[in-house]
Each structure stands twice: as structure tokens, then as C-alpha cells.
């Protein structure tokens, strides 16, 4: 009774490490029979095969085009880095998605992808080489202006400092002329609006860039008392108007004048005098006859009248 039994543990089975056979999986070749979705290129080549005006042809292509309007929406968000607006080039890249859904033939065996994608990418770059300029440039000048950025980056890299002109005309095998020409039509791609807020600094004290640029023409007033001047002296004698065009048009002396005229110098001096203070009385009252004569008329200012006098 004292005594135990043991029951002894059967021994674990071990197996060649060779011996051991893993069944493969078994897939089925039909994925339709799992209820996976058609392809882009099955859903194209099915609408392909319908009559035209059939009313499946148009539920497929928005289909089509919904599935694929993300990718359309990523290359054009890429292409927006560049300068573009975003909902512009999404509109550029949806609009040449439809038309790549409508183009593509399922009978060639290419992916839709393969096929929508090289066509959204050249709709953005027909849209950035014409509409995104401000001004019209050839279009040699517009492919050459991105030969030349390309060139500044690699140089830079290269040399550690921007290049010049004559380096990037080696590096594209061009002229000096082409490359500042290039550099000038450049400066066309954006354009400032007069309405934009200055950066204010030392020089330039900010506001609206329109203040900012040009100022009156100095030359205004004198161009308004030459035609003046030629009104008035239309009325002076010959002799008079001879002696105001030699010795200020001409710049002849008095001297000069006299012997040209068989007159006296002092005879000279005085017709000077004398026609100068004349066209000087003529010209403040004919401006004072027009202020007096416009001043109690309703809706014209004084210095209107005396500047349809002085165009006329």
C-alpha cells in the first residue's frame, strides 16, 4: 500500500525539420466570385460596348471619373507649389480627367491610369505656359525661362555662388544677349497690383504701391504756358514776333539782333521790353476775363475754364 505508482508521459513526437509540409493557400482566380468591385479599365471597356445614348454610358463615365478625382486633386495640389492657384488647377486637372475618361481606349490594353495620368500633367503644363503669365511672351522665351532657372540651381549647387551671365550663356550655349533678354521677360510672369501694400523701410515709407510710383510730370505747367504764349504771340506784329524767336528760340544777343534788323541795340531793348510786358498783360487778363466770366456759373471751377483756354 506504501508503495506509488508513476504513470510514465508518452514521448513528444518530434519530426524532420525537412518533414514538415505547409499546404499552400488556395486563391481563387475569379475575383468577381469574392464581390470585388470592376476595374476602371473593366468599367470603361463595358461602356465602350454600349450603343451611344444608352443612359448606362453616362452613370459609367461619373463613375469613372469620381473614383479618380483624388489623384486628379494630388496633381494639381503638386503643380500649385509652382505659383498657380489651387482651385484653378483643380478645375484644369478634373477637366482633363473627363476628357481622358472619354478618350481612352479599353481595346489597347493600357491602364487608365498609365493613360489619365500623363494627360491631367499636360493640361496643368499647357495651363501654367498660357494662363499664368501676366503678359504675352513667345513661347520660346517661356521654355527658355525654365532652362535658365534650372541652370541657376545646378550652378549654384556646383559653384557655391550664383552665377553670372556669361556662365549661364555657356552652360545653355546661348548668347549673353538671350540670357538677360530671358531674365527681363521673366520679371512678366507675375506683375505687382497697383492696390498691394508697400513694405515699409527706410526708403520707402509703405502704403499702396500706386502712390509709391511716378509723381505729376514738372513739365505740365510749362507745356500749358507754351500753348499760352504761341496764342498770344499769334497776335503780336511781324518785326516783334522775328525778335522774340532770335533771341529766345535762337539765343542771339542783343547786339546780334540789332545788326541783323539794321536797328539799334538800344531800339532793340526796348521792343523787348515793351513785347514782353505786353504778352505778360495778356496772358493774366485773358486767365482773369475766364475766371470772372465762369465764376458765378454753377457746376465749373475757375481753374477749368483756364485750362479749356490754355487747350484751346
Not at 514521448?11 to 524532420?16: D, G, K, N, R
Not at 469574392?34 to 476602371?40: C, D, K, M, R, V
Not at 550652378?155 to 557655391?160: A, M, P
Request: charged letters at 25%; a positive charge.
Amino acid at each position: 500500500m506504501g508503495a506509488t505508482s508513476t504513470l510514465a508521459r508518452p514521448a513528444a513526437l518530434s519530426l524532420p525539420r525537412a518533414a514538415v509540409i505547409v499546404a499552400p493557400l488556395e486563391i481563387p482566380l475569379d475575383v468577381a466570385e469574392l464581390g470585388a468591385p470592376p476595374t476602371s479599365e473593366e468599367l470603361l471597356r463595358r461602356r465602350c460596348n454600349l450603343p451611344i445614348g444608352h443612359p448606362d454610358r453616362a452613370t459609367i463615365r461619373a463613375e469613372v471619373v469620381e473614383a479618380h478625382l483624388p489623384m486628379a486633386r494630388r496633381l494639381a495640389r503638386r503643380y500649385a507649389a509652382a505659383g498657380g492657384l489651387s482651385e484653378d488647377l483643380a478645375q484644369v486637372a478634373a477637366l482633363a480627367l473627363v476628357k481622358a475618361v472619354d478618350a481612352y481606349d479599353p481595346h489597347r490594353q493600357v491602364p487608365f491610369v498609365g493613360y489619365a495620368v500623363p494627360t491631367i500633367i499636360g493640361a496643368l503644363k499647357r495651363y501654367f505656359r498660357d494662363s499664368t503669365w501676366a503678359m504675352r511672351v513667345p513661347r520660346g522665351t517661356k521654355t527658355m525661362v525654365l532652362q535658365l532657372r534650372t541652370a541657376t540651381d545646378d550652378l549654384s549647387q556646383l559653384r557655391g555662388r550664383p552665377p553670372t551671365p556669361t556662365e549661364l550663356a555657356a552652360h545653355l550655349r546661348v548668347r549673353v544677349e538671350d540670357v538677360w533678354a530671358v531674365t527681363l521677360a521673366a520679371q512678366a510672369y507675375r506683375l505687382e497690383s497697383l492696390d498691394a501694400a508697400r513694405m515699409r523701410d527706410d526708403d520707402h515709407p509703405g502704403g499702396d504701391t500706386l502712390v509709391a510710383l511716378g509723381a505729376i510730370e514738372a513739365r505740365y505747367a510749362q507745356i500749358d504756358d507754351e500753348l499760352a504764349v504761341g496764342a498770344v504771340m499769334a497776335g503780336l506784329p511781324a518785326r516783334e514776333r522775328r525778335i522774340l524767336t532770335m533771341r529766345f528760340y535762337d539765343e542771339m544777343t542783343q547786339a546780334s539782333i540789332a545788326a541783323e534788323l539794321g536797328l539799334s541795340q538800344m531800339h532793340v531793348s526796348r521792343l523787348l521790353r515793351q513785347t514782353l510786358t505786353r504778352l505778360r498783360l495778356d496772358l493774366v487778363g485773358n486767365e482773369a476775363e475766364l475766371l470772372l466770366s465762369t465764376a458765378g456759373r454753377p457746376g465749373s471751377a475757375p481753374g477749368e475754364a483756364v485750362a479749356r483756354r490754355r487747350s484751346a
